[in-house]
C-alpha cells in the first residue's frame, strides 16, 4: 500500500468513529422534541375531553342554544389543533425513519472498516505463526527490557484483536437495534395515522352538528337577539359597577398611603376625588409602595402564563367589541371573557396578591385582588371563601362559580385591569 494513502484511511476510520456520537446527539435532540409534542398532544386532547363533558351537559339543557355552539366552536378548534399535532408527530417520525437509514448505511461502512481491518490482522497473525513461537520468542530476548518489550507486544497485540472483534459485535448490535426501530417507528406512525383518520371523521360530525345548531339558532333568532340585548345592559351595567369600584380602591389606597406619610387629609382628599372624576378623560393610577412594586414586576414577568381562573372550562364569550357570532344583529361588549365550567367549580387566584373588594352586584357575587397596579376581577360567584383585606397564594380557590339564570350554565366572567384601564385577559393566560 503507498505511504500516502495510511493517513487518509486513519482520517476515514477517525470520521467513522465520530459518526455515531454527531447521530446521537441529533437523536438526542429529535427525542426532546418528540417528548415535546407529545406533552403538547395530550394537552390537547385533555381540552377535547373537557369540551365534550361540557357538551354532555348542555345538550340537555333547552335554554344552553348559544353556549351549546360556543362550546361546539372550540371543540372544533380543538380538533383542529390535534390534528394538526399528529401531523407533526407523523412528520417527526418520517424524520426520524430517515435519520435512522442514514445511521444504517454509515454503520454498514464503518462495520465493513473494522471487518476489513480486522481481517488483515487475523492473517498476518496466520502467516507468521510459524515462524517462532509465542514463548520461544519471548524467551530468545537478549535481555530481561527486550523480553519485556516482547511480552508487552503481545499483550497489546492480543487486546488490540480483542477490542476489535468487540468493536464488530457491538456495531452489529447497533445495527440491529436501528432496524427494531424503525420497524417500531413504522408501527407507531401507523397508529398515528388511524388516530388521525378518527379525529377528521369526529371533526366533520363536530361541524355538522355545529351548523345544525345554527339553522335552529335562526328559527329563534329574534327571541335570542332580545335576550341577548337584555344580558348586554346587565353587562353594562355590571361593568360600570366594577370601574367604580376599581377607581374607589385606588382613590382608597392612595389616600391611606398619603396619611401614613402625614399628608395633609384635605389635599390628599381633593387629589382622589379629581382622580375618580377625570377617570374618564384620564387614567387614575395607584401609588406602590417597594413591596408592591415587586409584586407588580412579578405579574408583569408572568403574562402569558397566568393559570385560568378555573381548573376546567371552555371559553364561550371572548374579550372586545364584536357582533354575536351566531346572533349577528346583536354587538356584543365584552371587557372580559366568559368561561363555561361545570356546577360548583372552584374559582381559583390567577395570581398572589390582596383581595380588595368584596361586592354583591346585582344578585351576583364579584372579587377584586390587586396584583400591585394590575387588578384581577372575578364576577358571577355562588359562594365566596375569602375576605377584604386577606392574602391570595396562586391557584388559591376564593369561591365557587354561579349558575347563569339565562342559560341554566355555571359561567365565570373575568377580567383584568391596570389602574383604570382594561386589558385583554386572553394576552395574560396560558395558551390551552
Known amino acids: 500500500m503507498p505511504k500516502n494513502s495510511s493517513p487518509s484511511l486513519k482520517h476515514i476510520f477517525l470520521i467513522l468513529m465520530m459518526v455515531p456520537l454527531l447521530w446521537a446527539q441529533c437523536a438526542f435532540a429529535q427525542t426532546k422534541s418528540s417528548s415535546q409534542l407529545k406533552k403538547d398532544k395530550q394537552k390537547i386532547e385533555n381540552e377535547i375531553a373537557n369540551t365534550q363533558s361540557l357538551l354532555k351537559k348542555t345538550e340537555k339543557n333547552q335554554k344552553a342554544s348559544l353556549q351549546q355552539i360556543a362550546v361546539l366552536r372550540q371543540q372544533i378548534s380543538n380538533r383542529e389543533k390535534l390534528i394538526t399535532a399528529l401531523n407533526n408527530e407523523i412528520m417527526q417520525m418520517e424524520e426520524q425513519q430517515e435519520l435512522n437509514q442514514q445511521m444504517i448505511a454509515q454503520l454498514q461502512k464503518k462495520l465493513e472498516y473494522m471487518k476489513s481491518d480486522y481481517a488483515q490482522v487475523v492473517y498476518m497473525a496466520y502467516r507468521n505463526r510459524r515462524l517462532m513461537d509465542k514463548v520461544t520468542f519471548i524467551l530468545a530476548s537478549d535481555d530481561f527490557s527486550q523480553m519485556f518489550r516482547r511480552f508487552r507486544f503481545f499483550t497489546l497485540f492480543s487486546k488490540h484483536v480483542k477490542e476489535q472483534a468487540d468493536k464488530i459485535d457491538q456495531t452489529q448490535q447497533e445495527l440491529k437495534q436501528k432496524n427494531e426501530e424503525i420497524i417500531a417507528l413504522k408501527n407507531e406512525k401507523l397508529n398515528l395515522l388511524s388516530g388521525k383518520e378518527t379525529e377528521i371523521k369526529k371533526l366533520e360530525s363536530d361541524r355538522r352538528e355545529k351548523t345544525r345548531n345554527a339553522e335552529q339558532l335562526k328559527k329563534q333568532s329574534q327571541q335570542l337577539a332580545a335576550d341577548l340585548k337584555a344580558k348586554q345592559k346587565k353587562r353594562k351595567e355590571l361593568d360600570a359597577a366594577i370601574k367604580r369600584a376599581i377607581e374607589a380602591e385606588i382613590a382608597a389606597a392612595n389616600q391611606r398611603k398619603a396619611n401614613t406619610k402625614g399628608s395633609s387629609k384635605s389635599s390628599t382628599s381633593s387629589t382622589a376625588s379629581n382622580k375618580t372624576t377625570t377617570s374618564s378623560r384620564s387614567t387614575a393610577t395607584i401609588t406602590m409602595t417597594p413591596e ?13 402564563r397566568l393559570p385560568w381562573p378555573v381548573a376546567k ?30 356546577a360548583g367549580a372552584p374559582v381559583r387566584a390567577v395570581f398572589e396578591g390582596e383581595v380588595t373588594s368584596i361586592m354583591d352586584i346585582m344578585g351576583t357575587k ?14 358571577n360567584l355562588a359562594n365566596v371563601n375569602v375576605s377584604k383585606g386577606s392574602k391570595v397564594s396562586t391557584k388559591q380557590t376564593i369561591g365557587t362559580v354561579a349558575k347563569n339564570v339565562s342559560s341554566n350554565t355555571y359561567e365565570l366572567h373575568f377580567e383584568i385591569w391596570r389602574n383604570s384601564s382594561n386589558l385583554n385577559p386572553n394576552d395574560w393566560l396560558t395558551r390551552k
Request: hydrophobic share 30%.
Open 292 to 304: 408592591e412594586k415587586t409584586l407588580n414586576t412579578s405579574f408583569i414577568n408572568n403574562k402569558g
Open 313 to 342: 372550562g371552555a371559553k364561550v364569550g371572548d374579550y372586545g367589541n364584536y357582533a354575536h357570532p351566531d346572533v349577528p344583529s346583536v354587538t356584543i361588549e365584552n371587557r372580559g371573557i366568559d368561561i363555561l365550567t361545570d
Open 366 to 379: 364579584v372579587v377584586m385582588i390587586r396584583h400591585g397596579e394590575y387588578i384581577s376581577v372575578y364576577q
